[in-house]
T-cell receptor, first 117, second 113 residues
Framework: GAVVSQHPSRVICKSGTSVKIECRSLDFQATTMFWYRQFPKQSLMLMATSNEGSKATYEQGVEKDKFLINHASLTLSTLTVTSAHPEDSSFYIC?????????????FGPGTRLTVT | AQTVTQSQPEMSVQEAETVTLSCTYDTSESNYYLFWYKQPPSRQMILVIRQEAYKQQNATENRFSVNFQKAAKSFSLKISDSQLGDTAMYFCAFTGANSKLTFGKGITLSVRP
């Protein structure tokens, strides 16, 4: 149980275009989903927290107009990287917290590798 | 704000031996959870073990155990009988009242055959 999927697993896009990454909780309902960014050999950096039906809360230094987050249902959150540039190339990971579960437990997706050319 | 410190960037251990990964943290909260996550080359984050701060007993999961020293704010991970599949990056993490995870910088563990 407690499986989180991400789609796509890898994406290559051209500079200036937008790309959407989906995060789904497959076998549970998620009140809260988190989006992280990870550079090679580095730690996970929290970008934003999204709660179903409300606006996402962004961490300091994260551009909310560049990284649009939508959490329209209890099983789906999306991250859209708008007007992507090569410096946005990174590994993006989502996690989800179960409605009926511990407030301290997060289940991670497998990540999405974004390459902007 | 919480901080999590992993000061060792890399470690290496011989297969079948025991290795300890260090982690310290800082917080003013009294109720929190600590975690060790494993990130293998696939980059899927895998929960290794969790410790609730109010529990004095150290958590154990098969070959993995922690040494939780609350007063010293220390949370080390011991891996016994190391296996080749334990080769990965390991992250120590903290979560408290805001339910956000704060990660350490991570340590790359290599298990030698």
């Amino acid at each position: 149980g407690a499986v989180v999927s991400q789609h796509p697993s890898r994406v290559i896009c051209k500079s200036g275009t937008s790309v959407k990454i989906e995060c789904r909780s497959l076998d549970f309902q998620a009140t809260t989903m988190f989006w992280y960014r990870q550079f090679p050999k580095q730690s996970l950096m929290l970008m934003a927290t999204s709660n179903e039906g409300s606006k996402a809360t962004y961490e300091q230094g994260v551009e909310k107009d560049k990284f649009l987050i939508n959490h329209a249902s209890l099983t789906l959150s999306t991250l859209t990287v708008t007007s992507a540039h090569p410096e946005d190339s990174s590994f993006y990971i989502c996690s989800a917290r179960e409605v009926a579960g511990s407030p301290y437990e997060q289940y991670f997706g497998p990540g999405t590798r974004l390459t902007v050319t | 704000a919480q901080t999590v410190t992993q000061s060792q960037p890399e470690m290496s251990v011989q297969e079948a031996e025991t290795v300890t990964l260090s982690c310290t943290y800082d917080t003013s909260e009294s109720n929190y959870y600590l975690f060790w996550y494993k990130q293998p080359p696939s980059r899927q984050m895998i929960l290794v073990i969790r410790q609730e701060a109010y529990k004095q007993q150290n958590a154990t999961e098969n070959r993995f155990s922690v040494n939780f020293q609350k007063a010293a704010k220390s949370f080390s991970l011991k891996i016994s009988d190391s296996q080749l599949g334990d080769t990965a990056m390991y992250f120590c993490a903290f979560t408290g009242a805001n339910s956000k995870l704060t990660f350490g910088k991570g340590i790359t563990l290599s298990v030698r055959p």
